[in-house]
């Protein structure tokens, strides 16, 4: 199965923009369902974007917009590109993958953390 392991996280100022990346190994990303999820403490992790294997993207509504998931098979990575952040996009962000998901393109982002079996360890964001 994959591993994956996350960078790019950091702080920033509200408005300003960072570039997280999940690169995979193991496995190819391609053929998993894959995306990001965040998570502040004591609350439950949520989805954010995910990409999957046919190519279908789904976003949470609070990020609609302001970022962007898409992925490089050549590097076997995936990447979540953030702009316009907000104090509120201050989480841990979690890239996960699960062979064999697919979800309904265009649509608010349905699928939950308990739908994905292999995850990162996290990249932490900060915006203030």
């Known amino acids: 199965h994959v591993q994956l392991v996350e960078s790019g996280g950091g702080s920033v100022q509200a408005g300003g923009s960072l570039r997280l990346s999940c690169v995979g190994s193991g496995d190819t990303i391609g053929r998993y369902c894959i995306g990001w999820f965040r998570q502040i403490p004591d609350k439950e992790r949520e989805g954010v974007a995910v990409?999957?294997?046919?190519?279908?993207?789904n976003y949470a509504d609070s990020v609609r917009g302001r970022f962007t998931i898409s992925k490089d098979d050549a590097r076997n990575t995936l990447y979540l590109q953030m702009n316009s952040l907000k104090p509120e996009d201050t989480a841990m962000y979690y890239c996960a993958a699960q062979p064999g998901l697919k979800v309904v393109n265009n649509r608010k982002m349905y699928v939950k953390a308990e739908n994905f079996d292999y995850w990162g360890q996290g990249t932490q964001v900060t915006v203030s």
């Open positions: 990409l999957d294997s046919v190519g279908s993207i």
